[in-house]
């Protein structure tokens, strides 16, 4: 009997159990089963090779990337068409290496190739890349290396040129040289190559450049030494100039002899000549990184120590809790308990190597709620971790009681870390109810279900200014019809609800949106007769009216002044600035600018960024919290990562913008997008950039435009151009080619174009002239229907062609492979 009752008790215990062990499963599906630290990196590094020098780091790839937007670096070949590299397996095995040589536009491969001979030699691997079939010279290309390490493979991309007379050793050698006697503190050896006067700032380690005194580009009394070397990364090369990129890290001493690290990026744009090598501009910037160990506690608050002017930080409502941004890394501060949270960095504590420390990505804090939870990005390139290798956007939440960080999405993506950048400024919010994400990509709104992953488009195809968004992301507006200048709905979306409101005006007006003030939206309505669209890039909008609507949808402001028209609208923190012109019969001249003040924006002044000055680090950067800090010594906490079974990775369509748009590269990153030439050109001309188009050819370059081009060949000149037909349309259909609207840009700029062997259209009060030459004194110009061009001076020409309102044409001459 009591065997019957134990054997019956037996079995009721294990139904229970397997019972339990069911629901358990049920219930726990999709919860972590633990947390672990981040892995470290895993993934070889490639250098190139010039002339024994190491250049052009490149970071592996676990999926092939749009070639399209990989410009990272650009690497000269032999004359031999052969290229010298170094690989740096780490502890990965490297089994096979191959390279496809691709046109810069992504649309064909020219060569692929299997690289048969590597030589193993101090732990790394050096092998060289020898080009079979031809390329044509002084035209880019991308070269793609495929490693096959771990098992897996792995892609590296660098631009390559072959090009005589491009001197990259020597440009390597000068910043190399300029560097080290920097570190060493040799201030007069740079003191010939700096242009040190009255605009340098001396006063803050955080931002220097070419005008700064040479004593402060040798660090005055910070006296670091190199932690990490750079390897220089060459930007752009052309038989002019040059721009080199390099990064790197140094440490110095504190006053209490603790350690301090900081990352410095430097960028130098240089001429050569047979006479010497000319330094156009440098600068440089530096960060400290945030050490808990330093003494970081002050009375008045948190000392970020060396940092720009642009710290990256969020609070709650109450000010309890304080999240901010360093040198990649990620913090929070608990002012009631004195923690300090390391919530997120690839950077690790020891054994830091250069894949750590790779900065093609960023972070940004969405949202910190009273009990110091918080949602952020991380976006760009994964240095380490289970992301390592790709690229997208990974939204976070950090669990603050439970000091853990849960990934709850990664948005994968082919693109580049800086257009990456740009689509993240313009939209990326996590709704109030911790359920959605949306993310603007390509010109494609997205939601994406926290829960599920599910990916759901919500507005496609937008064009560029036809769509604004809120500060915090909540609000977004965007043109019904996507027409910048033709448009009469307005429409804005609560992200949080998914409520829409339609914003219209009559048939005879048009609007567009200026941004927003917090929450507001700000727009403009003009007469659809008052508009000029007669020139792309300079089209005319001139409102007649300014309104600032609320979330709710009520009238906050109505701006309008008798005679008085905004044609553009910046807004900056709580102010707008109104760039404004008056009407004079059927023509508008310029007028005084006005303000708009967001007074609901003002913060009081015991929170937010200030700064103190010191001797040996000058300008330091202070995040107030609101309080007196009393103690000085934090407890430090690194939230572990939650490891959930399966993935939870988002992948986007396969979707590229039909629209045209243009790309601004200056300093050596991605700088600005813009959807017409002209504007993209005077924008590189101010940075002193280049401006490519969506299939990488150069459309603009500073610096590299001959000193004189004696007058083309008129007869080869296409019939239209020698008639002297400025219509846009009509030659783009003769010419069969793309023809680019210069209005706008400076005489300077559009010789560019003269200087690569195409004829410039010219308006002037008297008709059209044809650009066909210049020297350092003349212009060489042709009237439509003559056969001899004459000389006319330059400075006359500029006043001639401003006098007509600088309207300028010409058409871009591919190259044909």
Same mark, same amino acid.
């Given at each position: ?671 600005? /997008?813009?959807?017409?030439? +002209?504007?993209? &050109?005077?924008?590189? =001309? %101010?940075? #002193? !950039?280049?401006? *490519? ?26 019939? /239209?151009?020698?008639?002297? +037909?400025?219509? &846009?349309?009509?030659? =783009? %259909?003769? #010419? !069969?080619?793309? *023809? ?41 110009? #042709? ?35």
């Amino acid at each position: 009997m009591w065997k019957k009752v134990i054997i019956r008790v037996a079995v009721l215990l294990l139904v229970f159990f397997g019972a339990v062990f069911v629901i358990g499963k049920i219930i726990n599906q999709g919860t972590p089963n633990t947390t672990q630290e981040m892995a470290g990196a895993t993934q070889p590094l490639i250098y190139m090779k010039n002339e024994g020098t190491l250049l052009n780091c490149l970071h592996g790839y676990r999926e092939e990337m749009d070639v399209t937007t990989m410009r990272d670096s650009l690497t000269p070949i032999n004359e031999d068409r052969s290229l010298e590299i170094q690989i740096d397996p780490y502890s990965m095995k490297v089994t096979d290496v191959t390279f496809e040589v691709i046109t810069a536009d992504g649309e064909k491969t020219t060569e692929n190739t299997k690289v048969t001979k590597l030589q193993t030699e101090d732990g790394y691997i050096n092998a060289t890349l020898q080009l079979q079939n031809p390329i044509l010279m002084n035209k880019e290309y991308m070269l793609k290396i495929q490693l096959t390490a771990g098992g897996r493979s792995l892609y590296y991309y660098t631009r390559i040129i072959q090009q005589d007379g491009l001197h990259a050793k020597s440009y390597l050698d000068f910043a190399n040289g300029f560097y080290e006697r920097c570190i060493n503190g040799d201030a007069d050896a740079i003191a010939t190559s700096i242009e040190a006067d009255d605009t340098g700032d001396n006063t803050n380690f955080a931002r220097v450049d070419i005008h700064s005194s040479s004593d402060q580009l040798c660090w005055a009394d910070l006296k670091p030494s190199v932690f990490y070397k750079p390897t220089p990364k060459i930007k752009e090369l052309n038989e002019t100039t040059a721009t080199i990129v390099m990064n790197y890290m140094i440490s110095a001493r504190s006053e209490s002899g603790k350690t301090e690290l900081y990352q410095v990026w430097e960028y130098y744009r240089m001429r050569y000549t047979d006479a010497q090598m000319y330094l156009l501009n440098f600068e440089r910037s530096t960060i400290e990184v945030f050490n808990p160990d330093n003494d970081v506690l002050i009375s008045k608050g948190i000392n970020i120590g060396v940092a720009g002017k642009d710290v990256n930080y969020k609070s709650d409502k109450e000010n309890n809790f304080f999240a901010f941004v360093q040198a990649g890394d990620l913090w929070q501060y608990d002012v009631s308990s004195g923690k300090l949270a390391q919530i997120f960095s690839f950077r690790q504590k020891t054994d830091s190597d250069a894949r750590d420390n790779y900065e093609q990505h960023n972070m940004e804090i969405i949202s910190v709620s009273e009990g110091g939870n918080m949602y952020f990005l991380v976006y760009g390139y994964m240095n380490r971790g289970i992301h390592e290798g790709e690229s997208g956007v990974a939204v976070y939440f950090y669990d603050s009681a439970a000091s853990s960080v849960e990934e709850k999405a990664f948005i994968s993506t082919k693109q580049s870390f800086g257009l990456l950048q740009k689509d993240v400024e313009s939209l990326a919010y996590v709704t109030q109810n911790e359920e959605g994400f949306y993310i603007l990509v390509d010109g494609q709104v997205y939601g994406v279900d926290l829960q599920t992953r599910a990916l759901e488009t919500v507005v496609e195809d937008l064009k560029a200014d036809c769509y604004v968004s809120s500060e915090s992301g909540k609000q977004f507006a965007w043109l019904e019809e996507n027409k910048a200048f033709d448009s009469k709905t307005l429409k804005v979306m609560d992200l949080d609800t998914r409520q829409v409101r339609d914003i219209t005006c009559s048939d005879s007006e048009r609007l567009r949106p200026v941004g927003f003030m917090q929450e507001d939206i700000v727009y403009g309505v003009a007469d659809q007769g008052d508009i000029n669209v007669e020139h792309e890039g300079q089209e005319l909008f001139p409102m007649k009216v300014l309104k600032i609507i609320n979330s709710e949808g009520e009238e906050v402001k109505n701006y309008a002044v008798a005679d008085t028209y905004v044609t553009k609208g910046e807004i900056s923190e709580k102010l707008l600035t109104l760039t404004r012109m008056k009407k004079q019969g059927s023509t508008f001249i310029e007028a005084t600018e006005d303000h708009i003040v967001n007074h609901a924006a003002e913060e009081e002044t015991a929170y937010g960024l200030t700064t103190q000055v010191t001797d040996r680090k000058q300008t330091e950067t202070i995040l107030r919290v609101g309080q007196t800090i009393r103690s000085k010594t934090p407890q430090v906490t690194r939230p572990r990562q939650l490891i959930f079974e399966g993935s939870r990775d988002v992948v986007l369509p396969e979707s590229k913008s039909s629209e045209i748009l243009y790309y601004v590269y200056a300093k050596g990153e991605l700088d600005s /997008i813009y959807a017409n030439a +002209n504007t993209a &050109i005077n924008r590189a =001309e %101010e940075m #002193l !950039g280049v401006v *490519v188009d969506s299939n990488q050819q150069y459309i603009w370059e500073r610096g590299n435009k001959k000193q004189k081009v004696d007058r083309l060949d008129v007869t080869k000149f296409p019939e /239209i151009i020698r008639q002297g +037909n400025m219509n &846009i349309t009509q030659l =783009e %259909e003769a #010419l !069969g080619r793309q *023809v680019l609207d210069l209005s706008g840009c400076s005489l300077d700029a559009v010789l560019y174009y003269v200087s690569e062997g195409t004829p410039v259209l010219a308006k002037t009060k008297d008709g059209v002239e044809v650009i066909s030459g210049y020297d350092l004194y003349n212009t060489i110009i #042709l009237k439509p229907g003559d056969e001899e061009a004459r000389y006319y001076g330059l400075e006359e020409s500029e006043e001639m062609f401003k006098e007509a309102g600088n309207i300028f044409v010409t058409y871009l001459d591919p190259v044909t492979e």
